[in-house]
């Protein structure tokens, strides 16, 4: 089946210092992907939308300035927190969209990626 | 704007009992409907995907209904086991390959 993989699993980092987070798909290509936080026993939250070759969309209320995606090959986008303080501290985790047919689409989840900011 | 709900947020039973998590959604208009089960600190375990054209999937002891009309989901767990520990969460896509719209999650607890 189709895999993500997403780098790292768990970091910890010093205030103010930036953590970037890879979202790779291995065995397909993605023009999409989505990026998700989730704060302890919260639901996940769609942060953006990553299109290759293309800006991210930002849903309303994430800084974009702060959260940096790139998404410059059609297996890879990246999350970078910027200057990431104690409040970034979450769960973040990655999906990719698998397009086989124009009805044939399926959405792959990455293992997630656990920030700890102190 | 759509919003899934889950009930109940937790709960705790006996090892080889039988129970049910319910999803409800304010708009039936979806694509489809999926059940994921995440561990502490783990990404998600896609369980079950529902079509929005489907009432019903089942993957062993696991079943999933879909009441699109009602705007409802339910995932029965057959003879529960201390493994089936984790928090279950339901999405739903409202269009192909469209972000997933998350409920905050049932936390479930069996105890052997």
């Known amino acids: 089946g189709a895999v993500v993989s997403q780098h790292p699993s768990r970091v910890i980092c010093k205030s103010g210092t930036s953590v970037k987070i890879e979202c790779r798909s291995l065995d397909f290509q993605a023009t999409t992907m989505f990026w998700y936080r989730q704060f302890p026993k919260q639901s996940l939250m769609l942060m953006a939308t990553?299109?290759?070759?293309?800006?991210?969309?930002?849903e309303q209320g994430v800084e974009k300035d702060k959260f940096l995606i790139n998404h410059a090959s059609l297996t890879l986008s990246t999350l970078t927190v910027t200057s990431a303080h104690p409040e970034d501290s979450s769960f973040y985790i990655c999906s990719a969209v698998r397009v086989r047919t124009a009805s044939n689409e399926k959405l792959f989840f990455g293992s997630g990626t656990q920030l700890s900011v102190l | 704007k759509q919003e899934v709900t889950q009930i109940p947020a937790a709960l705790s039973v006996p090892e080889g009992e039988n129970l049910v998590l319910n999803c409800s959604f304010t708009d039936s208009a979806i694509y489809n409907l999926q059940w994921f089960r995440q561990d502490p600190g783990k990404g998600l375990t896609s369980l079950l995907l529902?079509?929005?054209?489907?009432r019903e999937q089942t993957s062993g002891r696991l079943n999933a209904s879909l009441d699109k009309s009602s705007g409802r989901s339910t995932l029965y767990i057959a003879a529960s086991q201390p493994g089936d520990s984790a928090t279950y969460l339901c999405?739903?896509?409202?269009?192909?390959?469209?972000?997933?719209?998350f409920g905050k999650g049932t936390t479930l607890s069996v105890s052997s």
């Open positions: 529902i079509q929005s054209s489907q």
């Open positions: 999405a739903v896509e409202l269009q192909a390959g469209t972000a997933l719209i």
């Open positions: 990553s299109n290759e070759g293309s800006k991210a969309t930002y």
